[in-house]
């Protein structure tokens, strides 16, 4: 309820500030305005394709990212070499800015949603890998000299020690990166265009004179709309996932 109210009140805010004249009209007009303008949009068969459009490339570049992301953290940090070998090369790719290979991705594939996905993939892997890296390294050292004791195998390891500790880290990785993905999906779509998503929507929008001016701000409002139920997705799913866990079971009423 708390959240809802807050919503409410920057809505409010929203309609307030042009109204009162602390914003130019022109260029921000009322939220009433932006929901009547969205609302016109959502009776056409094109809105609802860019919708479309856009939650395709995020949810595919987002399974990608998360597959490799825990895939390569699993290997990386289970081999102490390989993660020595590797640790420096991660801390300078990881702090590059996706919006830096827009012109890397748009020369290296000609289609519009490969180089969107590039930028989408890249920038949602790191989240992931990064947290499943601290999540295998986060054993404990005395269920690692159990495991000795038993000698499991690599498999047993992985199923049994490994996975267990590292999950709680991906989920929070996998969170990350779903709010990642969104952003760097419709900044493509915005930059690079051809996938009649939302951000070339917000594009149109935006180059179509004061008419369009509410529109923009309405795909705005529908882009932070799918990232906020994005949020609540990924965290329903954490519980759901993580049942199992300390950090997220209820002490059962006595």
Not at 63 to 82: D, E
Request: include cysteine; charge should be positive.
């Amino acid at each position: 309820m708390k959240g809802l109210g807050g919503l409410l009140g920057f809505a409010l805010l929203l309609e307030l500030l042009p109204r009162l004249g602390i914003v130019p009209r022109q260029h921000f007009p009322p939220f009433s305005a932006m929901c009547a303008s969205l609302a016109e949009q959502a009776g056409r068969g094109a809105f609802w394709a860019a919708v479309g459009g856009t939650l395709r490339i995020w949810l595919l570049g987002l399974a990608v990212a998360v597959a490799g992301g825990v895939l390569l953290g699993l290997v990386i940090g289970s081999v102490p070499v390989l993660r020595a070998a590797t640790a420096s090369t991660i801390e300078f790719l990881r702090p590059i800015p996706s919006v830096a290979l827009l012109p890397l991705a748009v020369v290296l594939f000609s289609a519009p949603v490969r180089s969107i996905l590039l930028l989408v993939v890249y920038a949602s892997l790191w989240p992931v890998l990064i947290q499943v890296l601290h999540g295998v390294a986060d054993v404990d050292p005395v269920a690692r000299e159990t495991a000795d004791s038993y000698r499991l195998g690599r498999w047993e390891r992985t199923r049994y020690l490994v996975w267990p500790t590292m999950l709680p880290y991906a989920m929070t990785g996998i969170r990350l990166a779903t709010s990642i993905a969104l952003v760097l999906t419709v900044t493509g779509e915005l930059f690079i265009g051809g996938t009649e998503g939302l951000g070339e929507q917000l594009s149109l929008a935006r180059n179509s004179g004061d008419d369009g001016v509410a529109l923009m701000y309405g795909l705005v409002i529908v882009a932070g709309v799918l990232g906020v139920a994005a949020n609540l997705v990924t965290r329903r799913a954490e519980r759901a996932v993580l049942a199992w866990h300390p950090s997220v079971r209820r002490e059962l009423p006595l």
